[in-house]
């Protein structure tokens, strides 16, 4: 009689095992599989019951409405659009709009929110306090308000188009917005670009060449020169080689408006402005605190090492506080992403004004309307989470963490 | 705005999976024991708060007239305000009984939105304000220029045909409130606000110097605005519509809120009936006998509710014109009530 070694048990089963039923085992897989049929099958009847009952009331359901015509303007569009185009087209307006103003104003935010917590933790007595009412100010008042008073106060400080002021003749600022130069390209625009582009490409390729000399060899590398060579000089050399790659065509005042160049209206500006002072706010608060949270010691280590302040904050500080400030932080890039939706209150035309708003009460398909919506900044919101975890995700691993 | 939104087309959905359409809206308006009216968030002479929070306005005495016709007593309604884009989900959720917010009436509006215009109370047409500073006579001569305008309005859609139309090119600024088109107005952000003729007329009453403004000659579109009412129950349809008839009816027969008790007294046939001492018309509707009186008492006919609140005599000062009686050289009809 031989003895047998025990076989080894199942591992796939005993793995779905545990994922699916926890402690419980089979048995919880089973009641795991019967919730999701239950919510499964309500989830059904809402909406086989919804279709129905919208049908009964003669209330137009489906998504037919997309291709048909808009008829309604819209006052920033990113790419072409005008009346006649369909209300799909409406859609991606509105859509861009929202990303555009959420894109900047988190730059904005971010840039602001790391200098407010770097003047509050300052020594300078003056600057703190100055970090410390802006604050205490911003964070405490509403943001619709906000958005009204930054747009009145555009507004009210601005002239009409007729009397507005010109700065060198080139651009303008008026109630209309600030008017610019649109550049249009010329033959040089081609080899430009290519240029450009092989320029910051080689710059990129410098600083990790660089930062591996520094890394693995101790070796300082000066790279700043070849930098400005690259990025200015190479393409400055093409333009004198190939002509112009663009003209500018200037701002005219016609009848009411200024006719040519390319407009940022007020309304961008206004929610850019509220958007971005609001969230700094909240940022500086989160930068603060994760700097407060890296012991003192180090920073002290690095004044022992002879670094500067700023050098120090830069270098030992900031990283090891990034592992704390990111996550946070991605919960104030998504309400700012979502808080732009107060935009309908000044007019810009945004997700929620142009779609949920125009849109919805031209069709009146409540439902399809605001569930596209829903979904799209749904999208939106776990989109920017990827991105924020990712990158804490590098974070952590440089630190070694 | 947004919540609102949210939350109605919620209650929407909800309403719809839950049950399908409850035709019972009059038992439902008796047992609630008030008429719950969807008006706009302000508008003066079709309904607005005054400083003490009664509601007035032509699109109020509507309502007040309908709550009249069942109650005995106009002050039964509720009034429920609602933005020019969360109108329609308001009716179609359930949350009023009757839509009376200076809508116009389309074709589109009345097929796809599984609610029914009753009929007309105020013949509109669109216009354009602008600033007498400006210079401006014709609204032709608007060319590049900047109109505040409020989202959600067939006044968006009017406006985008008629420069196109004209060849004129325009920056359309959206707002979501009236008051928010209003203030952006006269904050410069724009040359022109327009709207339809008579909230151009009542909104220049809110600018802080009203005769800085005018009011072009040209009237772009249509605009008859009416009731709305869902789907789907046609007994109550038919209370709606014909309160507006009897309205209509009573200044013709010249029936006023001072002369109803006499006029009822009198051997007139066509009184008589009108006025239910003959026939049964109001039981039919699953009103009482009385109904027309009740309606006349409550906020007189359709003459006086106009005089009232748009026209002589009321701030707006605006004239009859197509509203005023189809014998009189306006649109104004009633079908008969025999």
């Given amino acids: 009689m031989s003895t047998e070694a025990r076989k080894p048990p199942a591992q796939i089963a005993l793995k779905i095992r545990r994922v699916l039923g926890g402690k419980t085992g089979w048995n919880g897989i089973v009641v795991q599989f019967v919730f999701a049929a239950i919510l499964g099958w ?59 103003v959420s894109v900047v104003g988190i730059v904005f935010a971010t840039v602001l929110g790391f200098v407010v917590a770097l003047c509050r933790l300052s020594p300078n007595w003056l600057l703190s306090r100055i970090g410390e009412i802006y604050v205490e100010i911003i964070r405490n008042l509403p943001l619709l308000f906000q958005i009204l008073f930054w747009y009145l106060a555009v507004l009210a400080a601005l002239p009409n188009p007729r009397q507005s002021i010109s700065l060198l003749g080139i651009a303008f600022i008026s109630n209309r917005g600030l008017v610019i130069p649109q550049p249009i390209g010329q033959a040089g625009l081609d080899p430009f670009l290519l240029v450009l582009g092989f320029g910051i490409v080689a710059v990129l390729a410098l600083r990790i060449y660089a930062r591996r000399a520094l890394f693995q060899r101790g070796q300082m590398i000066r790279i700043w020169p070849y930098v400005l060579g690259l990025l200015f000089g190479l393409p400055l050399a093409t333009m004198l080689l190939v002509g112009l790659p663009f003209t500018f065509e200037l701002p005219q005042l ?43 010691g180090q920073m002290e280590a690095g004044a022992s090492l002879g670094l500067s302040r700023g050098t120090t904050l830069r270098l030992i500080v900031v990283p090891q506080a990034m592992r704390v400030i990111v996550p946070p932080l991605t919960n104030q890039y998504l309400n700012l992403t979502k808080n732009s939706s107060l935009a309908v209150a000044i007019g810009y035309p945004d997700l929620v004004s142009v779609w949920a708003g125009t849109s919805l009460s031209q069709t009146g398909q409540a439902i399809e309307i605001i569930a596209m919506t829903m979904g799209v900044y749904l999208l939106i919101s776990l989109l920017t989470s990827a991105i924020m975890s990712v990158y804490g995700w590098r974070v952590s691993r440089s630190l070694g963490a | ?124 047409g669109q216009g354009f304000m602008v600033k007498k500073s400006l210079k401006v006579n014709s609204a032709l001569e608007l060319n590049s220029a900047s109109v505040c305008v409020q989202t959600g309005t067939t006044t968006e859609q009017n406006l985008a045909d008629y420069f196109k139309a004209n060849n004129m090119k325009y920056e359309v600024i959206a707002f979501g409130t009236n008051d ?103 039981e039919q509707l699953g009103l009482t006998k009385d109904w ?13 509710v106009f005089d009232r609140n748009v026209g002589a005599g009321s701030p707006l000062g605006i004239a009859r014109g197509l509203n005023n009686l189809w014998n009189k050289g306006g649109l104004q009809y009633a079908p008969p009530i025999r």
């Fill in chain 1, 42 to 100: 309500i989830g059904y009847e809402i909406v086989s019951n919804a279709r129905a009952n919208l049908e009964n009331q003669h209330i137009a359901a489906g998504f037919g409405f997309l291709r048909n015509n808009a008829g309604f303007d819209v006052n920033q569009t990113l790419i072409s659009y005008t009346g006649s185009d369909t209300f799909l087209r409406v859609f991606v307006v509105g859509l861009l709009n929202t990303l555009v």
């Fill in chain 1, 254 to 296: 016609k009848g009411f408006n200024f006719a040519g160049g390319s407009r940022i209206i007020p309304e961008f500006v206004a929610l850019t402005l509220a958007l971005s002072t609001y969230t700094a706010a909240f940022i500086a608060e989160i930068v603060r605190a994760g700097i407060l949270s890296v012991h003192k």
């Fill in chain 2, 1 to 124: 705005m947004k919540r609102v939104t949210l939350a109605l087309t919620l209650a929407l959905a909800a309403g719809l999976t839950a049950q399908a359409a409850d035709a019972q809206t009059l038992k439902t308006v008796k047992d609630r024991g008030v008429l719950s009216c969807g008006v706009s968030q302000g508008l003066p002479g079709f309904s607005s708060p005054d400083d003490k929070g009664n509601w007035t306005g032509i699109d109020v005495d509507v309502c007040r007239a309908i709550a009249a016709a069942i109650f005995n007593d106009p002050t039964k309604v509720k009034f429920v305000p609602t933005s020019a884009k969360d109108r329609f989900t308001a009716l179609q959720s359930g949350e009023i009984d009757v839509l009376s917010r200076n809508t116009t009436w389309t074709i589109s509006r009345d097929t796809s939105l599984g609610a029914n215009f009753t009929g007309v109370t105020y013949y509109d």
């Fill in chain 2, 180 to 282: 928010e088109t209003v203030k952006a107005y006269e904050a410069g952000r724009c040359d022109v606000f327009t709207t339809d003729q008579s909230g151009l007329y009542a909104n220049r009453l809110k600018l802080a110097n009203p005769n800085d403004h005018m009011v072009l000659p040209e009237i772009i579109s249509k605009e008859p605005l009416g009731p709305m009412v869902r789907h789907g129950d046609d007994q109550w349809f038919d209370i709606v519509k014909w309160t507006l008839f009897a309205l209509v009816t009573t200044e013709e027969l010249g029936i006023t809120s001072k002369n109803v008790d006499e006029k009822a007294k009198m051997e007139n046939p066509e009184l008589k009936r009108v006025l239910g001492s003959d026939g049964n018309f109001g």
């Fill in chain 2, 292 to 304: 027309v009186i009740r309606i006349v008492k409550a906020t007189g006919n359709y003459g006086e």
